[in-house]
């Protein structure tokens, strides 16, 4: 059975309605206590009044409410409008609570107390002890007598990953007209370009998990954007003021991982010739992007997990460890279960990583984010080349833009913009033809992938698929029976060959026809 507690500021109203020099009502805490539609099985009030005073309310508030042991917390401010110091000791209360519990539903007060504190009740309610929100409401009645009430606040907004990192980073003046300002979406994130729902969902869970200080794991296919991802969760997190060192494991030679990521000593190896920091050290304070993590030998795997259970390392040659504060972001093409399964990468450095997953789908899986991405890169390259001498700004015809959403896109985004590139500078006019794409599109050798890979839409023909693969067996094995059919048919485990000869038929082959 969950409880109800009640969580508010004592405010000057309040204190005045307790005094008797209240002319109207009797101050919002009271109000929320004496709304019949809520029964709190707990009430903590804060207060930066003198004690005595808010001690006095106290007694009031139990005499007036029937509530009584209302817990009262002296909470000295360095000023009522002192939004650093409000969150810093709100938050300290709230944690000495033991808050969050699953059995217990917060509410907070928004209407005792000053602005600040309101706006603060906010960002904890929307980020670390998610609560209800409630107001005082008042009404003027046509008699003129005035009445009192109260109200749920509620906003779907997710202050966790929009606003957070920007309230814990700027002065209190910039967090006062952020407050006032309408909500946006996290600027980091607004270079990804995307309409589908897949990848929303996707920034969502990285703006969400961006601000908390976990190590990520980001899993997609070449191209597919997981250093621009990292990139945007550093901008988003704490840690954007320092650095953001980007390492591909995969390009460092094997023998070089550790000193490249820990760093050596001077004379630790032949070769050695001076000290090295290491890729770990650089990112001190900041973020480490290990790309390629599946690259990773198994020894620097052992080393990498010391590194993040004990938050130290130990250069190549050094025998003591030195204290690093690192934010890992790993990323990788591999199926690393898969990898881990094989044993070639440590079960135990897997779960560490994978805090925070982050699934970045195909383009081939997202069509519609293909469309939106042929018109901004098309822009960009416009906007790259406008200076050029002779250079017309270019269009894409519907015949070029059906091809580009219909290809399987094994290079994902990149592959995307540069056969755009290519397109853009070969084609002679301003319109981009289906046969600027088609001679610029890099065909790599039929692979599984492209047949099982193709994307999926509207229209999507399975039966021409297979077709295709049916097509290209029979002209094969007309080649390797030099066209006799009989053989051919044996080849594909095929009865007879009149069946052959009428599949051949079907599929319009004829017997002169030979795969490529
Ligand atoms: N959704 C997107 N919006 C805009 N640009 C994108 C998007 N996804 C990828 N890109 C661009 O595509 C290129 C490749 O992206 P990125 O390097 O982040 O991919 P990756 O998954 O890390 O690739 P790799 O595995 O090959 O290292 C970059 O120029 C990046 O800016």
Redesign the pocket.
């Known amino acids: 059975m969950q409880k109800k507690w009640l969580i508010s500021w004592i405010g000057e109203t309040d204190h005045k309605a307790a005094e008797g020099t209240l002319r109207d009502g009797v101050g919002p805490v009271a109000n929320a206590l004496m709304d019949s539609s809520v029964k709190y099985d707990c009430i903590h009030l804060l207060t930066n009044y003198p004690h005595e005073r808010s001690v006095q309310f106290c007694d009031w508030l139990e005499q007036k409410t029937g509530y009584v042991a209302v817990n009262l917390q002296d909470v000295h401010l360095a000023g009522p409008t002192h939004y650093a110091d409000i969150y810093l000791q709100v938050s300290q209360f709230l944690t000495e609570l033991k808050l969050p519990k699953d059995n217990i539903e917060l509410t907070f007060h928004l209407s005792p107390g000053t602005p600040a504190m309101a706006v603060i009740w906010i960002m904890l309610a929307k980020t670390r002890f998610p609560a209800s929100l409630i107001q005082s409401l008042q009404s003027k009645l046509d008699d003129g007598t005035v009445t009192f009430g109260i109200e749920k606040v509620d906003f779907p907004f997710d202050l966790a990953s929009d606003f957070l990192p920007e309230f814990l980073q700027r002065s209190d003046q910039r967090i006062e007209r952020l407050a006032a300002a309408p909500l946006s979406h996290a600027p980091e994130f607004a270079?990804?370009?995307?309409c589908s729902a897949m990848?929303q969902e996707q920034i969502d869970l990285s703006r969400r998990v961006a601000i908390h200080n976990v190590p990520i794991l980001i899993l997609?296919e070449?191209?597919?954007?997981?250093?621009?991802f990292a990139t945007a969760i550093h901008e988003a997190s704490r840690r954007k003021a320092q650095a953001f060192i980007a390492v591909n494991c995969g390009a460092i030679p094997k023998e070089l991982v550790n000193s490249e990521l820990f760093g050596h000593k001077k004379g630790a190896f032949t070769g050695a010739d001076s000290a090295r920091k290491g890729h770990f050290r650089e990112a001190d304070g900041g973020t480490l992007f290990l790309?390629e993590i599946g690259d990773l030998p198994l020894d620097a795997q052992v080393r990498l997990l010391r590194a993040l259970q004990e938050g130290q390392i130990t250069p190549v040659g050094e025998t003591n460890p030195i204290k690093v504060d690192v934010r890992i972001i790993a990323?990788t093409?591999r199926d690393l279960m898969a990898e881990v399964a094989a044993g070639r990468f440590r079960e135990d450095l897997f779960h560490r990583l994978a805090v925070g997953i982050i699934h970045?789908p195909p383009l081939r899986d997202r069509s519609e984010d293909i469309e939106l991405?042929i018109e901004h890169s098309l822009a960009r390259i416009n906007n790259d080349s406008r200076d050029l001498p002779e250079w017309q700004n270019k269009i894409i015809s519907v015949g070029a833009k059906n091809i580009l959403l219909s290809h399987s896109w094994p290079g994902n985004?990149?592959e995307l913009?540069h056969t755009l590139l290519r397109a853009a500078i070969w084609s002679r006019q301003a319109e981009i033809t289906a046969a600027d794409i088609s001679r610029n599109l890099l065909q790599m050798p039929a692979s599984t992938n492209q047949i099982l890979d193709q994307p999926l839409h509207k229209g999507f023909d399975l039966q021409a698929l297979l077709d295709q693969v049916e097509r290209h067996y029979l002209q094969r094995a007309i080649k390797k029976s030099a066209g006799k059919k009989k053989q051919a048919a044996e080849y594909l485990n095929i009865s007879n060959y009149q069946t052959l000869s009428n599949r051949m038929e079907k599929l319009g082959i004829s017997s002169g026809e030979q795969a490529e």
């Open positions: 270079k990804i370009i995307h990848m997609g070449t191209g597919t954007g997981k250093e621009l790309d990323a093409h970045l991405l985004v990149r913009y």
